[in-house]
C-alpha cells in the first residue's frame, strides 16, 4: 500500500484510472471534469502548491469519435497538458501525465521502448502526442507515463463488456489480429502512486501488465475467469469490425524503463486479469 499523499491531486478523478488512484489513496484531492477542466489555465493554477504532484487522468478517450472530433480531441490532450505543465513549473509542483501505445505507428514486431519512434496512425493519437510534446517543452518536473488496453473490469470497459455478453450471447467473436498489453487500472494506479514519491524517475516511462495478449486471448481469459467455455469466443480479423480510427496491428509497450527505474514492475495481465473479475464479481 502506498504512502498517504497529502498533497496529490488528480485531475479526471472521475474515469477509470482515476477512481482507482482515489481508491488507494482516498486522501487525495479530487477533481472531475466539472468540478476542475485542465484547459482553464486560472482554475488549475488555483489547485497548485509547491509540494503538490499532479496525476493527471483527465483526457479525451474515444477513440473513434476523436476522428470526427479534432478540436475536442486536441484540447483535452494537447492543450490541457500544456497548461498544466505550464503550471506546475510556475508552482513548482510536480505533474504525472498519462499516455498512450496509440503514439506509436504499430507496426513493429517487438515491445515499443521509450527510445523508439513515435508515428501516431489517429487523431486520439496524434493529441496525445502533442500533450508530450507540450509537457517535454515546458520545463516542468514531470513524468509521462504511456500505459495501454486499460480496463477496470466495469461496464463501459473491454472486460465488463465481455463479461456481459458472455451472459447474453452463445457466441462472440473477437479480433485477433491485434496484439498488445492489456493492464489493470488498479494495478497502473499502484504504480503511479509509487512513482509519485520517486522524484528522480525519468521522464518518460511505459507501464503495463506484463506479457502480451491479443483482444481474442484477453476475451477467452474473461470466459475462463467467469467459469464459461472459452470456446465460445471465436477468432475474427479487424476486417470484421470496421472502425472510423485504425486500430494497430502492434502496441505492446516494453516496460523495461519501468523496471530500470527501479519501480515494481505490474504483473503479469493475466493475474491481473483474474484479480480483476474476483473483485468485480466480490463486489456485486
Ligand atoms: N483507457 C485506455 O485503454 C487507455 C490506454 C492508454 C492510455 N490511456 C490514457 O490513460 C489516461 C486515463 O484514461 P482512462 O481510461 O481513465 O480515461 P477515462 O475513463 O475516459 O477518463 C478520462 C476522464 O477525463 C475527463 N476529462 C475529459 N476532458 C477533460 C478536461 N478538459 N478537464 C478535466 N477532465 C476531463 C473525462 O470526463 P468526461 O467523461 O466528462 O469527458 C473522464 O472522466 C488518459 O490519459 C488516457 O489517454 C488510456
Redesign the pocket.
Known amino acids: 500500500m502506498p504512502a498517504p499523499f497529502a498533497h496529490l491531486v488528480v485531475?479526471?478523478a472521475?474515469?477509470?484510472?482515476?477512481r482507482e488512484l482515489l481508491r488507494l489513496a482516498p486522501g487525495a484531492r479530487a477533481?472531475?471534469?466539472t468540478d476542475?477542466?485542465?484547459?482553464d489555465a486560472a482554475a488549475v493554477a488555483a489547485v497548485l502548491t509547491p509540494d503538490t504532484v499532479v496525476l493527471?487522468?483527465?483526457?479525451?478517450?474515444a477513440v473513434d469519435a476523436a476522428e470526427s472530433d479534432p478540436d475536442a480531441a486536441f484540447?483535452?490532450?494537447a492543450t490541457?497538458p500544456a497548461v498544466l505543465a505550464a503550471a506546475c513549473a510556475r508552482a513548482r509542483a510536480r505533474l504525472i501525465?498519462?499516455?498512450?501505445?496509440?503514439v506509436f505507428g504499430g507496426t513493429h514486431d517487438r515491445p515499443y521502448d521509450t527510445g523508439d519512434a513515435t508515428a501516431p496512425a489517429t487523431v486520439y493519437g496524434r493529441s496525445?502526442l502533442a500533450g508530450e510534446q507540450a509537457i517535454l517543452a515546458s520545463g516542468a518536473a514531470a513524468h509521462i507515463v504511456?500505459?495501454?488496453?486499460?480496463?477496470a473490469g466495469g461496464t463501459g470497459?473491454f472486460v465488463g463488456t465481455m463479461r456481459r455478453l458472455e451472459r447474453e450471447r452463445d457466441t462472440v467473436d473477437v479480433v485477433r489480429d491485434q496484439l498488445g498489453s492489456p493492464?489493470y487500472?488498479a494495478d497502473l494506479a499502484a504504480g503511479l502512486l509509487e512513482l509519485a514519491a520517486r522524484p528522480g524517475a525519468p521522464r518518460l516511462l511505459h507501464a503495463a501488465n506484463s506479457g502480451e495478449a491479443t483482444w481474442f486471448d484477453l476475451a477467452r481469459a474473461v470466459f475462463e475467469e467467469v467459469g464459461a467455455d472459452p470456446e465460445r469466443v471465436r477468432p475474427c480479423t479487424s476486417a470484421a469490425f470496421p472502425r472510423p480510427a485504425p486500430r494497430p496491428p502492434y502496441s505492446v509497450l516494453s516496460t523495461r524503463s519501468w523496471t530500470a527505474a527501479g519501480l515494481t514492475p505490474l504483473r503479469p495481465w493475466r493475474s491481473a486479469l483474474h484479480a480483476a473479475v474476483h473483485r468485480k464479481i466480490h463486489a456485486t
Do not use: E
Open positions: 485531475t479526471g472521475r474515469g477509470q484510472v482515476g477533481y472531475g471534469r476542475l477542466d485542465i484547459t493527471n487522468c483527465a483526457a479525451y478517450t484540447a483535452a490532450n490541457g501525465h498519462l499516455s498512450t501505445d496509440y496525445k504511456r500505459t495501454a488496453w486499460v480496463y470497459d493492464t487500472a
